[in-house]
């Protein structure tokens, strides 16, 4: 059994949904943030089972009210890591129930005799994006409700998956072609659709109205596929996560800012989203910063090589045990910046 990756979900034995972070995780735990709760005036379920969103949105200040809710009614699910140096949800394995993999409820799906409209969609368009992009389909997967088989066909989205750091960059080659060719089944927001995303944004975000609408025509994993809303998420493979818990440790050291150039962008699709940076302005304390890491799939994957951003975030030192090496790192997405952290165009 494949340990467990990024935006893979478990049941806890209470019945709580609870979505994967990244592929590293400590010995007997897994680093996750809880998503859907079993109650009675739930939106989504199935078979008599209905559950409910604890995250009205997915924001920091968001994700602080969850993890203190855990802290004061289920404490089993918060971990203080010794070697991140932060508190966070993190679920013990002997509390699993039931795991649940993408690309094997995609597997599923494609051979099951029956599904539901929103699955036939969610079909047809992985098979769409292996076709015209040449990624086989088993590098494919479904994440979010319908992984978890509680989705709603009326209002539920498509979540998928794409596996693997190469075939990440050739989907979003892809989609980004398509997102602006204008005659493809596959459409970004428009109209008043994008205002209305753009002032959702902005209530979401410390940008003003011209970075959001910057941020806008550089995503490219969001979008419409016959009118139902999907997005993509690239993941990385088993074999592609070498990094082990404990490898490196982590300590914060402040809240800085500044300007930098971006100057490597291999994984920056990938979670945690980074980017290898020159700053252009000095950082408080002279320290050399080596990369922008954002836990915040917001600012993933949208910039470039030789792209100049505005950086706030935490700044901590990082000591890699491996390759005998001290370094420095910004995380935009930290707990201690309470939302007010961010990687902005500079327009």
Not at 54 to 76: G, K, R
Request: one cysteine or more; hydrophobic letters at 35%.
């Amino acid at each position: 059994m494949r340990g467990f990756l990024d935006r893979d979900f478990l049941k806890t034995v209470e019945g709580f949904l609870f979505c994967v972070v990244g592929g590293t995780h400590p010995r007997n735990r897994v680093i996750s943030y809880l998503k859907y709760v079993t109650s009675h005036e739930g939106r989504w379920g199935r078979r008599g089972e209905s559950y409910s969103r604890t995250m009205p949105n997915y924001t920091i200040p968001s994700l602080a009210a969850n993890i203190q809710m855990l802290t004061q009614q289920y404490p089993q699910y918060i971990f203080h890591s010794r070697i991140l140096n932060v508190t966070m949800s993190a679920v013990p394995k002997r509390f699993v129930a039931e795991r649940y993999a993408p690309e094997k409820q995609l597997q599923h799906l494609f051979e099951a005799e029956e599904v539901d409209p929103l699955q036939e969609t969610a079909i047809q368009l992985a098979s769409y994006l292996s076709q015209e992009t040449s990624i086989p389909k088993d590098r494919f997967g479904v994440t979010g409700s319908i992984l978890t088989n509680i989705h709603q066909p009326t209002f539920s989205d498509i979540d998928l998956v794409v596996y693997g750091r190469d075939e990440g960059w050739k989907i979003k080659r892809f989609l980004q072609r398509e997102l602006e060719a204008g005659d493809s089944v596959l459409t970004k927001h428009r109209g008043k659709a994008v205002a209305k995303l753009l002032e959702k944004w902005l209530n979401k975000y410390p940008l003003t109205l011209n970075e959001a609408a910057d941020v806008f025509r550089r995503r490219w994993n969001y979008g419409f596929f016959k009118d139902t809303p999907f997005s993509i998420h690239i993941v990385k493979t088993r074999e592609e996560v070498r990094e082990i818990y404990g490898d490196k440790r982590y300590t914060p050291l402040m809240l800085v800012e500044g300007k930098a150039r971006i100057t490597e962008v291999k994984n920056s699709l990938v979670l945690p989203c980074t980017y290898g940076v020159d700053f252009l302005e000095v950082l408080e304390g002279g320290v050399t910063v080596e990369n922008v890491v954002t836990y915040d799939g917001f600012y993933g994957g949208i910039y470039d090589c030789g792209d100049v951003v505005r950086v706030r975030g935490k700044l901590e030192q990082v000591r890699d045990r491996r390759r005998r090496h001290v370094y420095h790192r910004i995380v935009v997405g930290s707990l201690e910046a309470r939302g007010e952290d961010y990687v902005k165009p500079v327009l």
